[in-house]
């Protein structure tokens, strides 16, 4: 079964940094895309980064550009996104599927809750 577990978050101030891993389980990173969502409370989950790790091409949201920055290593069959100049709007649970669209995920992890405090 695919399905990926996520890790990292924590609790930050803001203008602060987190670093997010997502351990793949039951697949290889190498050649699949991996998708970053967050649901922040109240709001629907939304896409904010993705990553191909055939050709490294990365995709971000207009509200992380700059800020987040997402990687595989395809050793550790792991990838990883690096949140940096976290907002207090950056506070949600943050989830990684093996797709950029969430349309195809079957079953969400219990994503890593992370909490920005101004």
């Known amino acids: 079964e695919v399905f990926p577990v996520e890790s990292g978050g924590g609790l930050a101030q803001a203008g602060g940094s987190l670093r997010l891993s997502c351990a793949a389980s039951g697949f290889s990173v190498a050649g699949m895309s991996i998708g970053w969502f967050r649901q922040a409370p109240g709001k629907e989950r939304e896409a904010i980064s993705c990553?191909?790790?055939?050709?490294?091409?990365?995709h971000y949201a207009d509200s992380v550009k700059g800020r987040f920055t997402v990687s595989a290593d395809n050793a550790k069959n792991t990838a990883y996104l690096q949140m940096n100049s976290l907002k207090p709007e950056d506070t949600a649970v943050y989830y990684c599927?093996?797709?950029?669209?969430?349309?195809?995920?079957?079953?969400w992890g219990q994503g890593t809750q992370v909490t920005v405090s101004s």
């Open positions: 599927a093996a797709t950029c669209d969430s349309a195809y995920v079957d079953r």
């Open positions: 990553i191909s790790t055939s050709d490294g091409m990365t």
